[in-house]
């Protein structure tokens, strides 16, 4: 799913913020405020160093703030996916797990899920959608949705930062 050119550690190492921007604004949804923090934890040792980067940020970062990038997430298999408004990077991850071809049915328990956890959770349902199949994102909802709200919120920023190292890691050119 490489939208950009790969970069090498070296190569990314010598971006300036703006070019670092432009290259990994994307890796947290719709939040490239994020990479800015990134950027400021060069040189990094290693694109899991550079994963962990974002990581940290988002941990770092107020519940508030952590909120608002959760909800920055479009439903799974969700009105956006049906638009085609998605990001890029959540089309391709969507269609890996088969999200953009479910049956009728698969699309309503889709909505069911998504429904009975924004009711209650107020926040889309984020789950690094590559780790999964359709059945095991369902397995995850149900088995999230017996969560506290605060339990929630570190398992959702536990996903996010998932998802964040699977789009860094599509950026960068394997070092031998
Ligand atoms: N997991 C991976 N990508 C996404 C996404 O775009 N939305 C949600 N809700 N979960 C995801």
């Known amino acids: 799913m490489a939208l950009a050119t790969k970069r090498t550690l070296e ?3 010598g971006l300036t913020e703006p070019e670092f921007v432009a290259m990994f604004g994307a890796v947290l949804e719709h939040s490239p405020a994020y990479a800015r923090r990134a950027w400021a ?3 990094f040792e290693s694109a899991e160093v550079l994963a962990a980067a974002f990581r940290q940020a988002v941990q770092q970062d107020d519940p ?3 909120m608002a990038l959760i ?6 298999a969700g009105k956006a996916a049906l638009a085609g408004e998605l990001t890029a990077e959540s089309a391709g991850e969507q269609r890996s797990a088969g999200l953009d071809r479910l049956s009728p049915d698969e699309y309503e328990r889709f909505h069911r899920t998504n429904a009975a956890y924004h009711e209650k959770f107020g926040i889309p349902f984020v789950v690094c959608v590559r780790e999964h199949t359709k059945d095991s994102i369902l397995e995850q909802a149900e088995r999230r949705l017996t969560h506290t709200p605060e339990q929630e919120r570190q398992a959702a920023l536990d996903e996010v930062a998932k998802i964040a190292r ?3 890691l599509d950026l960068m050119e394997e070092t031998p």
């Open 166 to 168: 699977l789009r860094v």
């Open 64 to 66: 508030a703030a952590q």
């Open 71 to 76: 909800r920055a997430h479009p439903d799974l």
């Open 41 to 43: 934890q060069r040189p």
């Open 11 to 13: 190569q990314v190492n």
